[in-house]
């Protein structure tokens, strides 16, 4: 799987010439993740997995820090505890429950943006 990035998109073209995409942004020295997107026919099968550990391999060459902000990001590294201390400040101490709570607030905002 070739992950090819274009300005602030990390994307993966599928098979029947759809994309699968991170979004991103760089401000001092953060790179926020902003969404994650696969379109449901290929969902599980690990693209979102492969575009954020893209990320992760891009913040660690340009030395920057991370900041997950859509649902999935915020549940890679509640998932990859040892990647950590790529993160921002603001978040890279954080309690599990305080992780959770992060989480289930994200999912609770993209659930409203989609209705």
């Not at 550990?53 to 660690?60: D, G, H, I, Q």
């Amino acid at each position: 799987m070739e992950v090819k990035k274009a300005g602030g998109v990390f994307y993966v073209r599928l098979d029947d010439g759809s994309k699968a995409y991170v979004a991103t942004e760089i401000e001092s020295g953060v790179i926020k993740i902003l969404e994650t997107y696969v379109p449901e026919q290929h969902r599980g099968r690990g693209y979102a997995k492969a575009l954020v550990e893209k990320v992760v391999e891009y913040a660690r060459s340009g030395n920057l820090k991370i900041l997950p902000v859509c649902s999935y990001a915020i549940s890679y590294f509640m998932k990859n505890r040892e990647l950590r201390e790529l993160l921002a400040d603001s978040v890279r101490n954080l309690s599990d429950e305080e992780w959770r709570r992060l989480y289930e607030e994200r999912i609770r905002e993209e659930a409203r943006k989609r209705s």
